[in-house]
């Protein structure tokens, strides 16, 4: 009987499949942060506050972020 050194991971079909489905996660959530981005919008429009624009330009910095992450795993992946 063959020994062989690798695991579940070792078939390429799981492994493109493992790929693909993090990329979609990835873009999905980069819809979500663009959401986020609105909804910040809206909020300081309703809702008046010294600390509208710190959050605003949290919520921006969080979807260049994860744009960034979306870019860096399309050449590591």
């Known amino acids: 009987m063959p020994i062989t050194t690798g695991g579940i991971l070792s078939n390429s079909y799981i492994l493109f499949f ?6 979609i996660l990835l873009i999905l ?3 979500f942060a663009l959401i986020i981005i609105r909804q910040v919008d809206l909020m300081s429009k309703t809702l008046i506050t010294g600390i509208a ?3 605003k330009l949290l919520a921006i ?4 972020v994860i ?8 050449f590591i992946l």
């Open 53 to 55: 624009p710190v959050i």
């Open 29 to 31: 959530y980069a819809i």
């Open 67 to 74: 744009l960034g992450l979306i870019f860096l795993s399309l």
């Open 61 to 64: 910095v969080h979807a260049f």
């Open 18 to 23: 493992a790929k693909g489905a993090i990329l």
